[in-house]
């Protein structure tokens, strides 16, 4: 090479290397910056379903969480309502029940009255088969008897 020029051998290897090395450093940025926003796209995949995935379970939780206690409220104040629809028709039935008792009881009084009556005029009307009757029994047989055997010896005298 000449020594005139501008340039000698170890400045162009110099500026060579010095190129080289920006090229290698260009390329390796390049490269990390792919990586890096390959990477971060993935991160920001995972972070988006684990939010996604969180924000369904706290959606499902908070679901049951408020049906749970909307459950429990309505139960209380229906509960509330129930003792008060108790309570009241209790106290609008009560005299009713309380007439219907006393109903029962005046029915079985005059069902006892009744039972006590009937066994007095069946005990009055019964048919006894004691001293007076036998007699009486014994008159009425003796004379049908007589009556017949003297209807029996007409008829045969007649003929």
């Known amino acids: 090479m000449d020594s005139d020029s501008k340039y000698s051998l170890s400045d162009v290897q110099k500026l060579e290397r010095e190129t080289l090395k920006e090229l290698c450093l260009d390329t390796l940025k390049s490269s990390l910056v792919h990586s890096f926003k390959k990477l971060h796209q993935e991160q920001l995949e995972i972070f988006e379903d684990k939010l996604s995935d969180l924000k369904e379970a706290l959606e499902d939780e908070l679901r ?19 003792d008060d629809c108790q309570t009241r028709t209790w106290l609008l039935v009560a005299p009713l029940v309380k007439r219907s008792e006393d109903d029962v009881k005046r029915l079985e009084n005059a069902v006892a009255q009744t039972e006590s009556l009937c066994e007095r005029i069946q005990n009055k ?6 001293w007076p009757f036998l007699p009486l029994l014994l008159t009425a047989s003796l004379a049908s008897a007589m009556t017949g055997l003297m209807v029996f010896m007409w008829l045969v005298k007649r003929f």
């Open 64 to 82: 049951i969480t408020v049906s749970k206690h909307i459950k429990d409220r309505l139960k209380e104040n229906f509960q509330d309502i129930l």
């Open 125 to 130: 009307y019964r048919l006894r088969w004691g």
